[in-house]
């Protein structure tokens, strides 16, 4: 179960896929103070990754690049100077350096390196670029991901560090796979739950107080209730 180390050194599938399950309410809550969150994340996590799959070769368009800078900013911190400058790229540069990119992979350092040369994009956002065509490879540099694993802070935004990020993302995602009998966890999978996690804490704690409740804070709970039904 997670306890106050939190979700990340879970090792109960179910605790993780309970968490999964929360994705969209916590995606409502902090879409109460970020306008417009709620459908830029459809797009990116059920829209993108269908147009993507559909295609000869998987590559993004100019338009998908600049829509897919505004969820990153709309979810995380938002740098107009970044929307501004990431339209700057032409169609045609767009559609090369992802297509490359996605024939680069699995080796997505190089990947990363290529989309690095597209105007504003560096590590974190060519990752959400990776992840949407490639979920089972890549995940997708949230700050909230990255601080919900030890030793990752304070975050840098290098390939290192990304890689870093990643490496352990897949090592979790493999034990997951390893103890659940579903299987099907994917690195963005994971992520996703990391991020879940971590923003519900913040926003809506509620939503996790009945779910994955480590053995010392159930302990608390349980203490809790004796007690009020002894008064």
Known sequence: MA????LYGCQDPACWRRVRDLHWAVV?????ERKGLTGLEKWYQEELPVALAGRKEKHLTQAEVVKLMQWKLTRGKFRP???QLVATNSQETVERCTRKA???LPDVAAAITELSQLKAVGPA???AILAAGAPEV???MADEAVESIPGLTPIKYSLKHYIRYLDRIQLCTKKLNEVDTEKGWTPHQVEMCLWAWAVAQKLCPVLLQTLCLGEEEAGEDARATKKQKTK
């Open 3 to 6: 306890g106050k180390g939190g």
């Open 28 to 32: 409502e809550a902090k879409g109460s």
């Open 81 to 83: 100077r970044l929307q």
């Open 102 to 104: 996605f024939q680069l």
């Open 125 to 127: 956002t060519a990752s």
């Open 138 to 140: 890549v995940a997708f």
